[in-house]
Structures are given as C-alpha cells and as structure tokens.
C-alpha cells in the first residue's frame, strides 16, 4: 500500500475547494482534479473513496476550522454584548484571513453534504452547545429578548456578513468601492446589540 503524501494531501484539498467555489459541484469532477494537481486519477483514490467521500472530508476539514476559529477567546459566560463581539471580530477575521475556504464552506453548508458532514464532527456538537448556554446565559440575565432562533440568527450575525460579502466584493451598494473597517463593524454591532436587547 502506498504511503499517503501530505504535501500532495494538501495540493488535492486546495485544488478541490478552488474548483468546487469557481465551478459548483456540477462542474467539479474527480478527473479535472486530478489534471489540476497533475497527478494521476488513481492516486486521488488512495486518500478518498469516491467523489462524494473527498468533498466530505474536505468539508469536515473546513467545518472544523471554522468552528475552532469561532470560539478562540470566547466563552459562553462572557456578557451578551462582549461576547458576541468576539464572536463578530472571530467571524470576521476569519472570512478575511480565509475567504476561499469560507465561500466552500456556505457552497457546503447549503448542500446535501451538509448534514453528514456536521453529524460526523464531534466538535460541531460541541460548538452548538457552547452557543445555546451562551445565548441561554444572555436570556437568564436579562441581557437578550426571547426570539426565534432564525429572527435571532439573523439580527446578531446577518449585518455582519452583509458587510463581510461587500468586503470580500469590493463593493457596497452601487458598485462604491467598501473595505471593511473596524469602526464600520462597531457602527452596525452597536445597531445589532440595540435591536437584541431589552
């Protein structure tokens, strides 16, 4: 049996995410990935079963990185309005540093891999209990209205990507040149907080 190269690993693992964000999974085949790699079709079977089993793992691998990433220096016993800030500077920081592996991972998140890809992830787990004591800590110190997760997902985190996807884009509305800013992101977190909290 041949030993697996993780120098090769990892070229296979940025040439899937490049192709799959540039061309869907309708346009990413095993074949193209191979050629991209220049490597032979037989040699991509050695770290992945099928299609399906590659597209899954490398979900996985990215899953796990942006869970890890979300959490660093946050804990669910913060106060609502200094954690969830940390939460926005992590998010953020982490679409800028990884704006490729953030576009695979929402390809991801909105496909049929996604359940199993969050199933098998031990961590994901652990993540969604850190954020319901965290957002269950906001309740019981009065520091957060009761909402529906969706109406609170949406307020807490969707100025944020807002600002992200024109950030990533270049642009703002109309085309106007955007780089986000520090202060920008404390212009509409401030705006998020206040609409959060009683």
């Given at each position: 049996m041949r030993i697996r190269d993780i120098d090769k690993e990892n070229l296979v693992i940025e040439n899937a995410i490049d192709q799959i964000v540039r061309d869907g999974f309708q346009g990413f085949s095993m074949n193209k990935?191979?050629?991209?790699?220049?490597?032979?079709?037989?040699?991509?079977?050695?770290?992945?079963?099928?299609?399906?089993?590659?597209?899954?793992?490398?979900?996985?691998?990215?899953?796990?990185?942006?869970?890890s990433g979300t959490v660093k220096d946050f804990s669910p016993d913060m106060s609502f309005e200094e954690g969830l800030w940390k939460q926005w500077e992590n998010r953020a920081d982490f679409t800028m540093k990884y704006p490729k592996?953030?576009?695979?991972?929402?390809?991801?998140?909105?496909?049929?891999?996604?359940e199993t890809i969050l199933d098998?992830?031990?961590?994901?787990?652990?993540?969604?209990?850190?954020?319901?004591?965290?957002i269950d800590n906001g309740l019981k110190n009065?520091?957060?209205?009761?909402?529906?997760?969706?109406?609170?997902?949406?307020?807490?985190?969707?100025?944020?990507?807002?600002l992200l996807n024109f950030h990533t884009e270049g642009?703002?509305?109309?085309?106007?040149?955007?780089v986000l800013t520090?202060?920008?992101?404390?212009?509409?977190?401030?705006?998020?907080?206040?609409?959060?909290k009683p």
């Open positions: 990935l191979a050629k991209a790699c220049s490597i032979s079709v037989a040699t991509l079977y050695i770290y992945y079963k099928d299609k399906d089993d590659l597209i899954q793992k490398i979900g996985g691998k990215m899953a796990l990185k942006f869970f592996e953030v576009a695979f991972f929402e390809i991801i998140k909105h496909s049929p891999h996604a098998s992830i031990k961590e994901f787990s652990d993540f969604r209990a850190i954020m319901k004591q965290f009065n520091e957060l209205i009761p909402m529906t997760f969706e109406a609170f997902w949406s307020i807490a985190y969707g100025p944020l990507y807002t642009k703002s509305m109309g085309g106007k040149p955007f520090k202060e920008i992101m404390r212009e509409a977190f401030q705006a998020t907080i206040k609409a959060l």
